[in-house]
């Protein structure tokens, strides 16, 4: 699976940004996440929509991130309101058949896209 990634950027504190992450190749069954990995830490897990099932997503932007899918447009979107300096990362899609909330359970990484917040 190719994914290539759209709509980091720079926005203030308080602001938004919609990622967005198309599929190519095999996407039937396969669940789609979100990770992000700021400089000098771990990349972390952010969301996840499963091929069935409901969405997960970490304690840090659980109410303030919306992940959503266009099954018919093999796409994932990451809609991120309220963000914080502490959100400031490279995001990553990732598609895996095992998925969840580890690296582990992904077997297909994007080139990442940059997410910059000032205060």
């Known amino acids: 699976v190719q994914l290539v990634e759209n709509g980091g950027g720079s926005v203030q504190a308080g602001g938004s940004l919609r990622l967005s992450c198309a599929a190519s190749g095999r996407a039937f069954g396969r669940s789609m996440g979100w990770f992000r990995q700021a400089p000098g830490k771990e990349r972390e897990f952010v969301a996840v929509?499963?091929?069935?099932?409901?969405?997960r997503y970490s304690d840090s932007v659980k109410g303030r991130f919306t992940i959503s899918r266009d099954y018919a447009k093999n796409t994932v979107y990451l809609q991120m309101n309220s963000l914080k300096p502490e959100d400031m990362a490279v995001y990553y899609c990732?598609?895996?058949?095992?998925?969840?909330?580890?690296?582990?359970?992904?077997?297909?990484w994007g080139q990442g896209t940059q997410v910059t917040v000032s205060t």
């Open positions: 990732a598609s895996g058949q095992k998925g969840g909330v580890g690296v582990a359970g992904y077997d297909d």
């Open positions: 929509m499963p091929w069935i099932g409901v969405p």
